[in-house]
């Protein structure tokens, strides 16, 4: 695998090492087209704003030293310094904005919320968190799928991250639309390796299961919040497997929609 898109920065306060360890790793191991994706920055009206994510006021930053470190690798790795960044229709537009105005290349979708009224709760509402609540299962669907057809995202991270524990017929409904969005728009659908190295909800087989039987495409992501996960081989086989299991129409490297 010569390719990640997912890649993140101790600008989010939760990953570890240095910007350039984790750029030194992928060209150490092979990787030749690479991405930085941290978690988009987003401020309520009211200023709150997630500790997970870059913060606005650390932007420039963020994007001057990735342009550095690309310059010094240029001739090793193509690089390319997007983010990944929740679908929320309400502040897309203005999310869009922030991220592209300060020199970003690429989104990939990652829906850690159904809303952003979600991620303010004082209640943890985060997707990967076990609900049977049919609201929030189709609110996710709904979303994503909307995301997908913005024609703005490169791909989906870990599209499988909604942990419903209701029925399992009405979870391969909602999830069909993702999975038919993707094929329909052409934008790939990621296997998340986070999942497997933490043995997460995601990898969740009924989707893949279903991400085959529709014909979506689908990529692989690395999603490192440390340098060692700038290449990460010991997930790969994994991977492979539910690419052959479920004979998903796996792409490899994903074409990088610019922003
Ligand atoms: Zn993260
Ligand atoms: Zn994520």
Same mark, same amino acid.
């Given at each position: ?8 920065t101790p600008y989010?306060?939760h ?5 350039e360890?984790y ?10 087209? %690479?991405?930085f ?5 987003y401020r309520?009206a009211?200023?709150f704003?997630l500790y997970?994510r870059?913060?606005?006021e650390?932007?420039?930053s963020?994007?001057s030293?990735l342009?550095?470190?690309r310059?010094?690798y240029?001739?090793?790795i193509?690089?390319?310094i997007g983010?990944? %960044?929740e ?6 537009e ?17 829906q850690?919320?159904v ?10 509402l985060?997707t990967?968190k076990?609900s049977d609540s ?6 996710y ?8 057809r ?5 791909y =989906?991270?870990?599209?499988d ?9 009405l979870y391969r409904?909602e999830m069909?639309?993702i999975?038919q969005?993707?094929l329909?728009?052409?934008?790939p659908?990621?296997?998340?390796f ?5 043995m997460?909800?995601?990898p969740c087989?009924?989707?893949?299961k279903?991400?085959?039987?529709v014909?979506?495409p689908v990529t692989f992501?690395f ?13 790969l086989?994994?991977?492979e497997?539910?690419?052959e ?7 490899g490297?994903?074409? =990088?929609?610019l922003?």
């Amino acid at each position: 695998m010569n390719y990640n898109y997912h890649t993140h920065t101790p600008y989010c306060r939760h990953a570890s090492n240095t910007a350039e360890e984790y750029v030194r790793r992928a060209v150490q191991m092979g990787v030749t087209y %690479m991405g930085f994706s941290d978690h988009a920055p987003y401020r309520h009206a009211d200023g709150f704003g997630l500790y997970w994510r870059v913060q606005p006021e650390e932007l420039e930053s963020y994007i001057s030293e990735l342009s550095e470190i690309r310059e010094r690798y240029r001739d090793k790795i193509d690089l390319k310094i997007g983010f990944e %960044m929740e679908y929320y229709p309400g502040c897309f537009e203005k999310m869009q904005k922030t991220a592209t105005e300060c020199g970003g290349e690429y989104l990939i979708l990652g829906q850690h919320f159904v809303s952003e009224e979600d991620e303010r709760s004082t209640v943890n509402l985060h997707t990967v968190k076990p609900s049977d609540s049919v609201e929030k299962l189709r609110a996710y669907a709904d979303t994503v799928t909307e995301g997908i057809r913005t024609g703005k995202f490169t791909y =989906v991270a870990h599209p499988d991250i909604m942990n419903f524990t209701g029925d399992a017929e009405l979870y391969r409904e909602e999830m069909r639309k993702i999975c038919q969005a993707s094929l329909e728009c052409d934008i790939p659908l990621e296997i998340n390796f986070l999942g497997i190295r933490e043995m997460r909800n995601y990898p969740c087989e009924s989707f893949w299961k279903l991400a085959g039987e529709v014909g979506s495409p689908v990529t692989f992501g690395f999603d490192a919040h440390r340098a060692v996960d700038a290449f990460d081989e010991g997930s790969l086989a994994r991977a492979e497997e539910l690419v052959e299991k479920y004979r998903l129409n796996y792409i490899g490297r994903p074409r =990088v929609i610019l922003i």
